[in-house]
Each structure stands twice: as C-alpha cells, then as structure tokens.
C-alpha cells in the first residue's frame, strides 16, 4: 500500500507559475508509474499528465500540453507538477496518483490516491 502526499498548492495570479510534489512512502516507488490529476468545483476528476517508471514516457492532457510538466526523482520518492503559464481555468484540486499498470493507462484509473492539494489561479 503506498500513501501520497501532496504539496505546493496555493493561490498564483493568471500567468505566475507553481510546482507541485508528491512523495510516496513506499519503498518501491521507482516501479509505479505516476500521474497528476484535477477537479475542479462541480467538475468530475480529470487526467492531467502521467509519467512512466523510469521518466521515459510523459503524457499529458491537451488542455495542458506546453504548460505544464510532470517529472520525477526516484531517489526522494517525488513526483513532480511544474505548472506554468497558469490560467484561473486550472483551478481545482490536484491529486496525484500511482498505478502499477503502466503510464499510458494510469489516465483511466489507478488503485493509489494522495488527499489533493488546492491551486487557485486568479484572474
């Protein structure tokens, strides 16, 4: 069982920037593949970019593409969320997630949840 936490939300004017971690308690965290997800308020949960074992394969939602960026350091057991450019639109909760299914997959669904962390982008 691996427990997520998140931090580095917080309130960012349109345009600024913030950078999200997760880290895992499991030991074993270099063999999940990690995702970052969203909801915003009313909203169903989204997928927001994902990230295989080994940082080789990155996926991200169109809505994000050039903006933000998922990335990873195995030996902190961190998974990474450089949101740039943010736009009050990406307001919502961010969670992230870890499956050992494989990134390209984790979009559908993953058995592991952090609590989320709140990013409020101003107009």
């Known amino acids: 069982q691996v427990q997520l936490v998140e931090s580095g939300g917080g309130l960012v004017q349109a345009g600024g920037s913030l950078r999200l971690s997760c880290t895992a308690s499991?030991?074993?965290?270099?063999?999940?593949?990690m995702g970052w997800f969203r909801q915003a308020p009313g909203k169903e949960r989204e997928f927001v970019a994902a990230?295989?074992?080994?940082?080789?394969?990155?996926y991200y939602a169109d809505s994000v593409k050039g903006r933000f960026t998922i990335s990873r350091d195995n030996a902190k057991n961190t998974v990474y969320l450089q949101m740039n450019s943010l736009k009050p639109e990406d307001t919502a909760v961010y969670y992230c997630?870890?499956?050992?299914?494989?990134?390209?997959?984790?979009?559908?669904?993953?058995?592991?949840w952090g609590q989320g962390t709140q990013v409020t982008v101003s107009s």
């Open positions: 990230i295989s074992w080994n940082s080789v394969s990155t």
């Open positions: 997630a870890a499956s050992t299914r494989g990134s390209s997959s984790i979009r559908y669904g993953a058995p592991f």
């Open positions: 499991e030991r074993t965290f270099s063999t999940y593949a």
